[in-house]
């Protein structure tokens, strides 16, 4: 079935950078769109960022928009999402999935900007 292991969280200074990934196993990843999700405690997820099945169209909230790039290898079923020049209120857990989802989440990974 499928599944979703999100890595590559951390502590992280403002201004500075990281690289999430999402290893994604169950279904026909290169069919989908994908998207990048996160979690501020107490609230709903909210989408961060989305790539089409093949990669060459991408979303992007705004509040990551010049900041952020999502993208994927589809021979590698593998997402990935580079944040740049993060900020204190990028501080979240951050999730893989469909766009829509496409069904159930994965244990996410902690991102925490603070100096």
């Known amino acids: 079935q499928l599944q979703l292991v999100e890595s590559g969280g951390g502590l992280v200074q403002p201004g500075g950078s990281l690289r999430l990934s999402c290893a994604a196993s169950?279904?026909?990843?290169?069919?989908?769109?994908m998207g990048w999700y996160r979690q501020f405690p107490g609230h709903e997820r909210e989408l961060v960022a989305s790539i089409s099945n093949g990669g060459t169209i991408t979303w992007y909230a705004n509040s990551v928009k010049g900041r952020f790039t999502i993208s994927r290898d589809n021979a590698k079923n593998t997402l990935y999402l580079r944040m740049n020049s993060v900020k204190p209120e990028d501080t979240a857990v951050y999730y893989c999935n469909g766009r829509p989802p496409l069904g159930p989440w994965g244990q996410g990974t902690q991102v925490t900007v603070s100096s």
């Open positions: 169950g279904f026909a990843f290169e069919a989908y769109y």
